[in-house]
C-alpha cells in the first residue's frame, strides 16, 4: 500500500522569500513516481512538478523544485522567491508502477495550506 | 480547450435521495478517476478506470457505483445519499501509461450536500 505524508497543515512564509513543504511517502512498489499540484482558494487542482524514483536529478519548474531524497523516502517542494499567489493549498501525491497493473492510482497527501504574507 | 467537464457544479440532496455525476473529457485520455475531498483529508479516490471497459475500487468506494459508458465519459451514482458523502468531488483523467509522468487532468470540481 501506499502512503504520502504531510506533516505540516499550514506554512506562512514572507513574499519573496523561499519555503519548503515537506513531504514524505511509503511504497513497496520497485519503481514509482511523484507529484506535487497546487489548489488555490478557487478550487482546481493545478500540477506543479513531476520527480521519477529513478530520475537522476531533481526536478525543477520554474520556481518551484523537488527536493527528492531517496534513501529518506522524502520529496519536498521548494518555491522560491514566494508571491502572493502561492498561498494555497497543495498536496503530494504518489503513483506506484508495478507488474500487477495498479499503475494507475494516484495517492494523495492531506495537504499543506500555504499562506504568503505581503 | 475544455479538457475534463463536470455537472453539475453544485447539488444538494435529501437523505435517500440518488443522484449521477457526469464526467467527461476530450483529451482522449485513456483512464479516469473519481476522488473525494473532505476537510483536513486530502483527496481520496473512490473508484478509476484504468481504460475503456474496466472499473476497479480506490480507498472509499462504499456507497458509490460508476460507469465508464465509453472512453470520453465517467459517471458517479450515489443510489441512496447519505449525509457523510457530502462532499466536493473531482473526475480526473490521464493517458495512462503504465510507467512515467501521467499527469492527472482534473475537472472543476461538484460540490454535493446531502441533507
Known amino acids: 500500500a501506499q502512503k504520502i505524508t504531510q506533516t505540516q497543515p499550514g506554512m506562512f512564509v514572507q513574499e519573496k522569500e523561499a519555503v519548503t513543504l515537506d513531504c514524505t511517502y511509503d511504497t513497496s512498489d520497485p519503481s514509482y513516481g511523484l507529484f506535487w499540484y497546487k489548489q488555490p482558494s478557487s478550487g482546481e487542482m493545478i500540477f506543479l512538478i513531476y520527480?521519477?524514483?529513478?530520475?537522476?536529478q531533481n526536478a525543477t519548474e520554474g520556481r518551484y523544485s523537488l527536493n527528492f531524497q531517496k534513501a529518506r523516502k522524502s520529496a519536498n517542494l521548494v518555491i522560491s522567491a514566494s508571491q502572493l499567489g502561492d498561498s494555497a493549498m497543495y498536496f503530494c501525491?504518489?503513483?506506484?508502477?508495478?507488474?500487477?497493473?495498479?499503475?494507475?492510482?494516484?495517492?494523495f497527501g492531506k495537504g499543506t495550506l500555504l499562506t504568503v504574507n505581503p | 480547450n475544455a479538457g475534463v467537464t463536470q455537472t453539475p457544479k453544485f447539488q444538494v440532496l435529501k437523505t435517500g435521495q440518488s443522484m449521477t455525476l457526469q464526467c467527461a473529457q476530450d483529451?482522449?485520455?485513456?483512464?479516469m478517476y473519481w476522488y473525494r475531498q473532505d476537510p483536513g483529508m486530502g483527496l481520496r479516490l473512490i473508484y478509476y478506470s484504468a481504460s475503456e471497459g474496466t472499473t476497479d475500487k480506490g480507498e472509499v468506494p462504499n456507497g458509490y457505483n460508476v460507469s465508464r459508458l465509453n472512453k470520453r465519459e465517467f459517471s458517479l451514482r450515489l443510489e441512496s445519499a447519505a449525509p457523510s458523502q457530502t462532499s466536493v468531488y473531482f473526475c480526473a483523467s490521464t493517458f495512462g501509461q503504465p510507467s512515467g509522468a501521467n499527469v492527472l487532468t482534473f475537472g472543476a470540481g461538484s460540490r454535493l450536500t446531502v441533507l
Open positions: 520527480q521519477g524514483s529513478y530520475d537522476q
Open positions: 483529451m482522449n485520455h485513456n483512464s
Open positions: 501525491a504518489m503513483r506506484g508502477y508495478n507488474s500487477g497493473g495498479s499503475n494507475y492510482k494516484l495517492t
